[in-house]
């Protein structure tokens, strides 16, 4: 008897390359045995929606769109309360996950891989109520990511959110945070400073460049070991300090005189005014105070099969 897989399809990501796919990613998933549904989201968090909703006789659940169409896949499972393993073949404009996972932007590769690789536990991060994939930001840069239109980063790529964040930095905004946190061996910790931007991640590729998390936390990133990698970088006093930053950020690099860097399962960021954040590129609400938790393992996704982590 075949078994079910639904193929969750975003058109319009990237570049809607998947269109010129469609057929040949069903085909390898048919010869592999499956009976595919296919549906194509029609709104935004639509494909949370069918997610919450999908039934139990679903044993692999395949997404193609960006990062973002991932995140609202994983999300959607954790609030329908049961687990299904997930295929992800990447078609955004980014697709930071699928780099850190080792994932080929070959769609045919891609759909190779989620029926004849194997089952990758990965860690989720929860963030207040919501979930997140693979990073939690919030400053400098972090509207580019859900500022700038489609069209944009479908003609531009990595260059767009460039070009797009470069309009930003005469008017760097920064922000008052007490930050606590659950540090590697337990105990608890507090920082208080001025910052203008923050992540707390969980993938080896940032913005589209790879290994930046890995340079940060010298390779010592894992994707499965219940610890985010967090990133905060000091307000600078004047234009020599700030291109200091900007030239360790270029090089992949982290300078401790301007930046906290530390890994934590579990950490509380608390400002007097409300701060804009991004998950996974995508607006995630203006907020006072966020708890961020790492839930260790909390999805499968297919990865291939000589892939270590």
Not at 185 to 196: A, Q
């Amino acid at each position: 008897m075949s078994r079910k897989a639904l193929f969750i399809v975003n058109p319009h990501s990237g570049k809607g390359l998947i269109k010129n796919h469609l057929l040949e990613i069903i085909d390898v998933m048919t010869k592999a045995d499956y009976e595919v549904t296919v549906y194509t989201t029609q709104s935004q968090k639509d494909a949370v929606r069918v997610m919450r909703e999908r039934k139990k006789r679903y044993e692999l659940v395949v997404c193609s769109g960006g990062d973002g169409t991932l995140d609202e896949i994983v999300t959607g499972m954790i609030q329908s309360g049961f687990q299904t393993t997930i295929g992800y073949i990447p078609s955004g404009s980014t697709n930071d996950f699928a780099i850190s996972l080792g994932i080929p932007s070959s769609m045919k590769r891609a759909a190779e891989i989620v029926i004849g690789g194997k089952v990758f536990p990965c860690d989720v991060g929860r963030f207040n109520d919501d979930v997140f994939v693979y990073i939690a930001a919030f400053g400098l840069f972090t509207e580019v990511s859900y500022g700038t239109p489609q069209e944009m980063k479908n003609a531009l790529g990595h260059m767009a959110y460039i070009l797009e964040g470069m309009k930003h930095l005469q008017n760097i905004k920064s922000y008052r945070l007490k930050v606590t946190y659950v540090s590697e061996n337990g105990e608890e910790r507090s920082i208080e400073d001025d910052f203008i931007f923050g992540m707390v991640t969980n993938t080896y590729s940032v913005g589209g460049f790879k290994s930046i998390a890995g340079n940060v936390f010298k390779g010592e990133v894992a994707l499965n070991d219940g610890l985010f990698e967090v990133t905060l970088i000091k307000v600078p006093r004047n234009p020599i300090e700030l291109n200091s930053i900007l030239a360790a950020l270029a090089v992949q690099n982290i300078d401790t005189d301007y930046m906290y860097s530390f890994k934590s399962g579990r950490l509380m960021v608390e400002s007097e005014e409300e701060v804009a954040w991004t998950l996974d590129g995508e607006y995630g609400g203006h907020h006072r105070q966020v708890e961020l938790r790492n839930e260790r393992e909390a999805m499968d996704i297919m990865v291939k099969n000589n892939k270590g982590h």
